[in-house]
């Protein structure tokens, strides 16, 4: 299988960048191919701005939207955005691999998706109508590939637990797992989380490598998160409201996913 890390942490020597040689050493030794995206060493640009356009008709304003779908549909993207989108789409599952800086992503890597992430390509995909709101969440240009996070934090476990100070880690990687990664079509698996990472030496580095270990080892094999489909019925649409009658009770985030018995068996 094809898989693509992306990655975003600015130093080689760093416990994210063992984390990193880790994952790839283990993919490869299980027969896979890999591919990183090591956003710093490329010096990703990590800002969306009129330069993302190859050309642009003079004295024109740049509308971010209108300006992406332009370049993608007309082949004046800049090469480094062209060039992270075959690797999407070469890759059978991805990893986004970061610590949690501000509890989201570092900026490097939430500009590779505002920029990668171009209008006909992550989002303005399918038909927009007043019965039909796009491709997205659950379909899409990344549909039937799988991804994961691999997310290195400084707080304690309990921090984030369900009444824990920082939030519930499921409510802030929601953004990341359900609004970038399921929007465009991927299988979300659950995350890979170290927690309360200054703790760590060779002995605890090599209990969170084993653990790694298991998660990339069953990547193919383990359930992904259930959220619900947008377009197999669960939705009202054009209002993109949860019916009444799934998951009932539930509001906020957690509406978002099917509870156990409706959990679809892993593929492979
Ligand atoms: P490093 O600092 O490189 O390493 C961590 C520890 O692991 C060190 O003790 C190091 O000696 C050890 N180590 C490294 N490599 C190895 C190895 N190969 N073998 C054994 N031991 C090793 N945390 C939160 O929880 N929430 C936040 O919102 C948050 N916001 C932040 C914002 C910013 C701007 C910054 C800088 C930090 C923030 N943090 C936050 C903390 C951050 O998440 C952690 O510092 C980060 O996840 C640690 O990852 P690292 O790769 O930088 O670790």
Redesign the pocket.
């Known amino acids: 299988m094809h898989v693509l890390l992306v990655y975003a ?1 600015p ?1 080689p020597q ?3 960048g ?1 984390l990193k040689d880790f994952t790839v050493k283990r993919l490869e030794a299980a027969g896979h191919t890999v591919q990183v995206s090591d956003l710093y060493a490329m010096q990703w640009k990590a800002t969306l701005d009129a330069d993302d356009t190859l050309e642009r008709k003079d004295g024109e304003p740049f509308h971010p939207e209108r300006d992406s779908k332009h370049a993608f549909e007309n082949g004046l993207q800049t090469p480094d955005i062209a060039r992270e989108q075959d690797k999407l789409r070469w890759a059978d599952a991805v990893i986004l691999q970061f ?5 989201s992503m570092p900026a490097i890597l939430k500009g590779w998706v505002e920029r990668v992430y171009a209008y006909g390509f992550g989002y303005g995909v399918g038909e927009h109508s007043d019965t039909r709101w796009g491709n997205r969440y659950g379909e899409g240009t990344l549909a039937g590939k799988r991804a994961m996070l691999i997310v ?4 304690w476990e309990s921090h984030y637990s369900p009444r824990g100070i ?1 939030g519930p880690i499921d409510d802030l990687l929601f953004p990341i797992q359900h609004g970038i990664l399921y929007y465009p079509g991927f299988d979300v698996l659950p995350p890979y989380v170290v927690y309360r ?2 703790r ?3 002995t605890r ?1 090599s209990t969170i490598c084993d653990a790694l270990g298991h998660r990339l080892d069953d990547l193919w094999k383990t359930l992904p998160i259930p959220f619900h489909p947008q377009n197999a019925g669960a939705y009202d649409i054009p209002e993109c409201t949860l019916r009444a009658d799934i998951t009932p009770g539930e509001v906020g985030f957690a509406a978002h996913v099917a509870p156990p018995a409706l959990r679809v068996a892993a593929k492979g």
């Open positions: 942490h130093e760093s416990l994210n063992a610590p949690m800086w501000w509890f290195t934090a400084g707080g920082n990472t200054g760590t030496d060779e580095f």
